[in-house]
């Protein structure tokens, strides 16, 4: 291959996987029709990296996938090139060497940092003359003018035939592959994570988590979704997968469906159906909500309706986020599901809501400022669900009736036995399970005999959950009732409102 042959750089970002990959694909096929090579990229961009959203634990599951990923493409000929620094200077470098180069890569509904430096290579890759070629795989529609065509259009895309991961890659010879930094060696900052409680990373992971979902552990999703202590199990687990892109979603839905017409043939295939189905509902809602932050960014800064930012913006003691943000808020199953997010990188929908509603209702926080603490406890980080998530438990969107989770009877509800409490609150192990929920009424004499004394062991409740949630409730109502805000709404209702 002389220098001026055609190289066309695969840049990997989050869609660490061979599987379904339409931009390495499409590469392929391009170089082998005109006698060029291919080059597979990781950018370590500081940023994404030294973004206030990003945390080390990100980088623990991300560098496995890497390791992974260069170890298949090597296998076929071409191994990853790992760069570090702003992702425009790696490109120029690649260009200076590789004149007629081409850039391809998929589409990804980003946060502000991360567009702003799309943005600097699109400019980049105009005024250089590089043509850069983006593909989808995710549920958003870049530029999409109404959400009435949302559904189909997502089905069709979901639709279409799985690409096979490739067979042999013709190399660029002699560029150096790079050494992929470790987790110690970049400048990444984390609070409490466990790497022993992180699920397993990796496109061969991915699979065999989606295979053993539908096969075995579905059979159960229904009973546990809810229940923080069995949705660890009982739950697909997929999402960090989605996130990293170690599996797509259409790949997803491909293996459901066939899952399903399985399932048919099966006379005691009923529960299993509805089983499945559930989970279905919930892949559309993947699409469903990055589709609101491609459409609106700015609701990653700001609330859906800004006249709800000004109500909590500084109201609340910074104690109150201190407590929330270390799991000392008195509430066992809010301090329970902290932690456990904390440490393991995931949490169960319910418990997620539940931790953002106490935060925004009983604390009266900003959403703003606990958002991205958040977002740094989240294994499955995805910037187009979080924001909108937070956003619709924090009853700022204007358009979603008002979530109030009570975290006592979340306890009796969710964790009767109190099992996840005690896993993660070991100082109320000692209690007497009917004591769990309101640690605060447990007797004297009780607290005495198991020696566990509330107040000092463990916090007595940072605020009473009915008055301060009444309260909350009052205010957003007022807000909620100015016309100028009912006028908001109606347009976010059209906006990003869903049409099913
Ligand atoms: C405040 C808040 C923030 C959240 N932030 C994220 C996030 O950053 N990344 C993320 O993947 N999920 C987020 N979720 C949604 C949900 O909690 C997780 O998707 C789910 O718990 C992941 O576990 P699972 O893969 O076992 O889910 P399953 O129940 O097995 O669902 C399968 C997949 O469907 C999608 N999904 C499920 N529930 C939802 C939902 N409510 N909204 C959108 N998609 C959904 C996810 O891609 C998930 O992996 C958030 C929820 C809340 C309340």
Redesign the pocket.
């Known amino acids: 291959m002389s220098a001026d042959s055609p190289v066309h750089i695969v840049w990997f970002v989050r869609d660490l996987r061979l599987c379904d990959h339409a931009p390495l694909t499409e590469a392929l096929h391009q170089a082998q029709q005109s006698g060029g090579a291919v080059l597979p990229l990781y950018i370590v961009d500081p940023a994404r990296t030294q973004a206030e959203d990003y945390a080390a634990r990100y980088w623990h599951f991300v560098w496995p996938c890497l390791q992974e990923l260069r170890h298949r493409l090597e296998q076929r000929g071409a191994p990853l090139v790992v760069r570090q620094g702003p992702a425009v200077d790696v490109l120029k470098a690649l260009q200076e060497r590789f004149p007629q180069m081409t850039l391809w890569r998929h589409y990804e509904t980003e946060t502000a940092d991360v567009r702003a430096r799309d943005a600097r290579v699109q400019a980049w890759c105009r005024a250089a003359g590089v043509p850069l070629h983006e593909r989808f795989h995710r549920g958003a529609f870049p530029g999409l003018k109404s959400r009435d065509d949302w559904s189909g259009r997502w089905d069709q895309r979901m639709t279409q035939s799985l690409i096979p991961s490739p067979g042999q890659i013709p190399a660029v010879a002699d560029v150096a592959p790079g050494r992929l930094p470790t987790v110690e060696e970049l400048p990444l900052r984390d609070e409490g994570f466990d790497p022993d409680e992180m699920q397993a990373p990796g496109e061969g992971a991915a699979h065999r988590c989606l295979q053993d979902?539908l096969h075995h552990r579905a059979a159960q999703?229904r009973a546990s979704?809810s229940s923080p202590a069995r949705?660890f199990t009982n739950?697909?687990?997929?999402?960090p997968h989605?996130?990293w892109g170690t599996l797509s979603?259409k790949t997803v839905l491909h293996m459901l469906r066939e899952r399903q017409q399985a399932l048919k043939a099966q006379p005691s295939g009923g529960d299993w159906q509805r089983a499945l189905q559930a989970?279905e509902s919930?892949?559309h809602?993947?699409g469903?909500?990055i589709q609101k932050l491609d459409d609106a960014p700015r609701i990653q800064h700001e609330s859906y309706i800004p006249a709800f930012d000004a109500a909590r913006a500084g109201a609340a003691p910074d104690a109150h986020l201190e407590a929330w943000r270390t799991g000392q808020t008195g509430y066992p199953m809010v301090d329970a599901s902290i932690r456990a997010f904390r440490a393991t990188g995931?949490?169960?929908?319910r418990m997620?809501?539940m931790i953002?509603s106490f935060a925004s209702y009983d604390l009266w926080l900003d959403w703003r400022d606990f958002a991205p603490i958040?977002?740094r406890w989240?294994l499955?980080?995805?910037?187009g669900?979080?924001y909108p998530?937070?956003q619709?438990?924090s009853g700022t969107t204007g358009i979603n009736t008002m979530r109030i989770y009570n975290p006592t009877k979340q306890v009796t509800d969710h964790d009767p036995d109190g099992t996840f409490i005690r896993r993660w609150v070991p100082e109320l192990r000692p209690l007497p399970t009917g004591y769990l929920a309101e640690p605060w009424k447990t007797p004297p004499l009780v607290q005495e005999e198991v020696g566990c004394h509330i107040g000092q062991v463990y916090p007595l409740p940072i605020v009473e959950h009915l008055p301060a949630v009444r309260k909350a409730r009052e205010r957003l109502t007022a807000i909620r009732k100015e016309p100028r805000v009912q006028a908001a709404a109606a347009r976010v209702l059209k906006q990003h409102g869903s049409r099913r």
């Open positions: 979902f999703y979704i949705a739950c697909s687990r997929l999402s989605l996130t979603l989970f919930r892949l809602w993947n469903h909500f995931y949490l169960n929908f997620r809501a953002t958040m977002a989240m499955d980080y995805e910037p669900i979080h998530q937070v619709m438990q």
